[in-house]
C-alpha cells in the first residue's frame, strides 16, 4: 500500500517523465493561467465519468476495449484520473496533500452535525 505522498512523487514524477512539466513557468500570469488549465482538467475528469453513468455503466464497473484491452474505462478509471491529476498539480505546485487532507478532516471532525444545518 502506498501513502498520499508517495503517490502524488509519483503521479507528479511519471507526469514530469513524459514531459509534462517541461519549460512550464514558475511565475506569474503563465503559471496562473497552467494552474487555471490544470484545474480544468480536473473538471473534465469528472465529465467523463458523469458521461459514463450517462450511457449506463455501473458506477463500479471497470471494463476494457478489445482494441486497447490494457487500458481500464469506466467511473472508476475516471475517479483515478481525477486523483492522479490532483496529485500532479500538488507535487507541481509544492503543495503537502496528505499533510492538508489529515488537517482537514481533523477540522471536519470537530464541526456540527450537518455543518449546522446544511442540506449536503
Ligand atoms: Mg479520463
Not at 496533500?97 to 452535525?113: F, G, Q, V
Amino acid at each position: 500500500m502506498s501513502s498520499i505522498r508517495e503517490l502524488q512523487e509519483r503521479a507528479y514524477q511519471q507526469s514530469a517523465d513524459k514531459g509534462f512539466h517541461d519549460n512550464e513557468p514558475t511565475e506569474g500570469r503563465a503559471l496562473l493561467s497552467l494552474n487555471a488549465e490544470r484545474i480544468a482538467l480536473m473538471h473534465s475528469e469528472l465529465s467523463e465519468a458523469l458521461e459514463e453513468l450517462r450511457v449506463g455503466n455501473h458506477v463500479a464497473a471497470t471494463y476494457y476495449y478489445t482494441e486497447k484491452p490494457e487500458k481500464p474505462e469506466g467511473v472508476p478509471s475516471e475517479m483515478a484520473d481525477v486523483v492522479i491529476r490532483v496529485l500532479d498539480f500538488c507535487g507541481a505546485n509544492g503543495i503537502d496533500l496528505e499533510s492538508i487532507i489529515t488537517e482537514k478532516l481533523d477540522y471536519n471532525a470537530s464541526r456540527t452535525p450537518m455543518h449546522g444545518g446544511k442540506k449536503f
